[in-house]
């Protein structure tokens, strides 16, 4: 019997036997082992296909390296045009590429589609960005001169991505780099294989009847870590964009480093909220809900730890346990399911591990069970955990990538901000509160010392039209809006005489 997934892949153009190696419009299967993809709803098999090896990756960067050397001359509308094609075609393929989406990385079907929302909504910010790749026009100090700046395409972009946003963080970079004039060479997490073989399968659709677009601006490398050192080490790769975990993220950064080249950092968080005295509880459980348990807890942006007022924390604890009571967990394709499966065994471990050490460092766990009955069999699914902690212990520290919402009080807001601020992860954070004061000593240079700070919002669910990412160990990286274009242009700066004299900068005088 066929996969159900079989039929959504071939409206999108996917060939039956989907292979791991995409050289700008030819495919072809990688050197490496085989690879089977399972879905993490029902364990079922939805791919198989021999991966790449870093063998392949010469023939796949020396594609985006010759496709640079028209791309980059094709005026940034135009170019922007091409993305706005590929925002309609992924209008069309909506429903069919969140389908993928939830097969593969589990995403229930709203979340799914919101995904692929994103994506369509990068390539709108992105057809807008192509045509402001604006540079300054500076005052010289000498006389007759003209300083300015101008903003050039960089080259091949090396983007490497996780499993829990296998479409949207490669639309991300992807969009903003096509406009602004580079290639893009893929490797997705091993774990999303058809999400990325799909997006692929799209920009060859659009690619085919755009008579700009060079072979090889967009290319696709499926395979383990070696082939993303390969990449992160490939001197024809300017940029490396990794999203992933902290100790992934040191890897590439060493290795790119090495060569001196660019690494642009999205990794892990440790998110909380901070809920005041006056917080509003009804929104406060609400924007919880939502931000710990949503994506089983699997998004960057998860809300981890609740810092919350003694005087309201018994009756907040007490609504979420209510909350939690209530969740439906299940299949994920169900219309209603609000939490999905796990991504897989190894999560579930992590995730009871997590909680035992918890425990054994004073925690008390409320929920946090894996879940045998009335769900698809062959999936890890959970039930999300609230845990209470006596203080910011170790393990509160640290980021299990599972829905483990730990609970801790404080009294004075300062002790708050600096227990916000005690881990080494700095994401996304926020504070619930009517009290402006409150609200505002948050977002000072003092308050939360991350890359995304909300007021009455939760720390998850970031709208694509800010520039995304965190400090510390999340890696300094911004993605998406606001200018984070720049990361993949290089700065030339002119200075241009227009007169008959030739003055030297700072007075040096310098003649025979
Ligand atoms: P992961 O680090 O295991 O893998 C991410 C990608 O890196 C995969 O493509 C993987 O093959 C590759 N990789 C792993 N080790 C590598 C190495 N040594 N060299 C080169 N490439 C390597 O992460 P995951 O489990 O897929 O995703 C979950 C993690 O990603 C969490 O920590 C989460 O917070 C983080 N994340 C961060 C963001 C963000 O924007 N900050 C977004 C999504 C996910």
């Known amino acids: 019997m066929t996969h159900p997934i079989q039929e959504v892949l071939q409206r999108i153009g996917v060939n039956d036997h989907p292979v791991a190696v995409a050289v700008g419009n030819t495919w072809q299967a990688g050197a490496g082992e085989a690879l089977t993809g399972k879905s993490p709803i029902d364990g079922s098999t939805l791919v198989t296909l021999t991966q790449a090896t870093p063998s392949d990756v010469d023939t796949v960067v020396a594609?985006?390296?010759?496709?640079?050397?028209?791309?980059?001359?094709?005026?940034?509308?135009?170019?922007?045009?091409?993305?706005?094609?590929?925002?309609?075609?992924?209008?069309e393929h909506k429903a069919d590429l969140a389908a993928i989406v939830s097969w593969e990385a589990g995403k229930i079907t709203q979340e799914a589609l919101g995904e692929v929302q994103e994506m369509i909504d990068i390539c709108d910010f992105a057809v807008g960005q192509s045509r402001q790749l604006y540079g300054k026009t500076i005052?010289?100090?000498?006389?007759?001169?003209r300083l300015m700046e101008?903003?050039?395409?960089?080259?091949?972009?090396?983007?490497?991505?996780?499993?829990?946003?296998?479409?949207?963080?490669?639309?991300?970079?992807?969009m903003l780099a096509f406009v602004c004039g580079d290639p893009v060479v893929w490797k997705p997490s091993e774990k999303t294989p058809l999400c990325a073989i799909a997006c692929q399968q799209i920009v060859n659709n659009v690619a085919r009847d755009f008579p700009e677009a060079p072979d090889g601006i967009s290319s696709l490398l499926i395979?383990?870590?070696?082939?993303?050192?390969?990449?992160?080490?490939?001197p024809d790769l300017p940029l490396i964009s990794a999203t992933g975990s902290v100790p992934m993220g040191r890897a590439v950064a060493s290795t790119v480093a090495g060569r001196l080249?660019?690494?642009?950092?999205?990794?892990?968080?440790?998110?909380?909220?901070?809920?005041?005295?006056s917080a509003d509880l009804e929104m406060t459980v609400r924007s919880a809900l939502f931000s710990a348990v949503g994506t089983c807890g699997q998004r960057c942006t998860s809300l981890r730890r609740l810092i919350v007022h003694d005087s309201i924390a018994d009756k907040l604890l007490t609504s979420l346990k209510k909350a939690y009571e209530k969740l439906p967990i299940g299949n994920p394709l169900d219309e209603g399911t609000l939490v999905g499966p796990l991504i897989d065994q190894r999560s579930l471990d992590a995730m009871q591990t997590a909680l035992r050490t918890a425990e054994e460092q004073g925690g008390t766990v409320h929920f946090g069970n894996p879940i045998m009955q009335d769900v698809p069999a062959g999936g890890c699914y959970v039930h999300p955990a609230i845990v209470e902690?006596?203080?910011?212990?170790?393990?509160?520290?640290?980021?299990?990538?599972?829905?483990?919402?730990?609970?801790?009080?404080?009294?004075?807001?300062?002790?708050?901000?600096?227990?916000?601020?005690?881990?080494?992860?700095?994401?996304?954070?926020?504070?619930m509160t009517n009290d402006i004061r409150q609200a505002e000593q948050f977002l000072t240079p003092a308050g939360s010392d991350c890359g995304i700070a909300n007021v009455n919002v939760g720390p998850s669910g970031a709208e694509i039209g800010g520039a995304f990412g965190g400090e510390k160990e999340t890696g300094g990286g911004r993605e998406s809006g606001s200018d984070a274009w720049k990361a993949y242009m290089r700065r030339a700066t002119n200075t241009i005489n227009y007169s008959t004299e030739l003055p030297l900068a700072q007075g040096i005088k310098f003649d025979l």
Request: without cysteine.
């Open 63 to 91: 594609t985006a390296r010759s496709a640079f050397q028209t791309w980059r001359n094709v005026p940034a509308p135009r170019r922007g045009e091409f993305v706005r094609l590929i925002g309609n075609a992924l209008r």
């Open 139 to 145: 005052a010289s100090e000498r006389p007759g001169h």
């Open 150 to 174: 101008q903003w050039h395409p960089l080259g091949p972009v090396g983007v490497i991505s996780a499993f829990n946003f296998p479409v949207a963080v490669w639309s991300w970079n992807a």
């Open 223 to 234: 395979g383990g870590a070696d082939v993303g050192q390969a990449l992160a080490a490939h």
């Open 261 to 277: 080249g660019l690494s642009l950092l999205e990794l892990g968080g440790n998110n909380a909220m901070i809920v005041t005295e």
């Open 389 to 431: 902690m006596p203080g910011q212990t170790e393990i509160v520290q640290q980021e299990t990538f599972a829905p483990i919402l730990y609970v801790i009080r404080y009294t004075e807001l300062d002790e708050a901000i600096a227990l916000h601020n005690g881990v080494p992860q700095g994401l996304s954070s926020s504070i």
